[in-house]
């Protein structure tokens, strides 16, 4: 059975940071792409980063250049490292595997919220 | 880059069918065939109905399908049951490895 565990959520002041992170068990983590995709409150599904297999990250516009995607295949592993936070990264932040951009298992979510 | 166009709600009695579109440009759904759909029930995880336009995962029921022409895309549903009620995403690939969402569908079986 696959699953995917977030962790690393909270609650956070405008420019603090975060890091959340994701653990994955029942497939062959070191091919499998990834991604991180949000839901902001009451809104729809947001993508907001993919990592490849060897380690490349790819990242939505609203987030490039404060957010960093890595990942760990030793520990079965991502992180998305979110820094410089706004009020309206505030969502609920889900990890999932990524196949041929499809998006097949995913993870419970975990909340950020960002408020001062 | 804007979000895929879909309708805000659709709706339909139990045994009928549905289906919902979704719109993109030819830099997403029309350039490529790696179209998805997703199913959200409230407070729950998203769950992967179809991927690469028309293949459903295993356990998905075939009472759901997907297709495209050209930059739209379509979620059918037939057979509607009360279950079905949810909200409907969609995905596609776009530039760079990127993804892109539609704005989502809210489905309600009356």
């Known amino acids: 059975e696959v699953q995917l565990v977030e962790s690393g959520g909270g609650s956070v002041q405008p420019g603090e940071s975060l890091r959340l992170s994701c653990v994955v068990s029942?497939?062959?983590?070191?091919?499998?792409?990834m991604s991180w995709v949000r839901q902001a409150p009451g809104k729809g599904l947001e993508w907001v980063a993919n990592?490849?297999?060897?380690?490349?990250?790819y990242y939505a516009d609203s987030v490039k250049g404060r957010f960093t995607f890595t990942r760990d295949n030793v520990k079965n592993s991502v992180f998305l490292q979110m820094n410089s936070l706004r009020v309206e990264d505030t969502a609920i932040y889900f990890c999932?595997?990524?196949?041929?951009?499809?998006?097949?298992?995913w993870g419970q979510g975990i909340p950020v919220t960002v408020s001062s | 880059q804007s979000a895929l166009t879909q309708p805000p709600s659709a709706s339909g009695s139990p045994g009928q069918s549905v289906v919902i579109s979704c719109t993109g440009t030819?830099?997403?759904?029309?350039?490529?065939?790696?179209v998805s759909w997703y199913q959200q029930h409230p407070g729950k995880a998203p769950k992967l109905l179809i991927s690469?336009?028309?293949k459903r995962p295993s356990g998905v029921p075939d009472r759901f399908s997907g297709s495209k022409s050209g930059n739209t895309a379509s979620l059918t549903v037939t057979g509607l049951q009360t279950d079905d009620e949810a909200d409907y995403y969609c995905?596609?690939?776009?530039?760079?490895?990127?993804?892109?969402f539609g704005g989502g569908t809210k489905l309600t079986v009356l």
């Open positions: 690469e336009v028309n």
């Open positions: 999932a595997t990524l196949h041929y951009f499809g998006l097949n298992y």
């Open positions: 030819s830099s997403d759904i029309g350039g490529y065939n790696y």
């Open positions: 029942g497939l062959r983590f070191g091919i499998q792409w």
């Open positions: 990592i490849g297999a060897d380690g490349s990250g």
């Open positions: 995905t596609s690939y776009t530039h760079f490895n990127n993804l892109i």
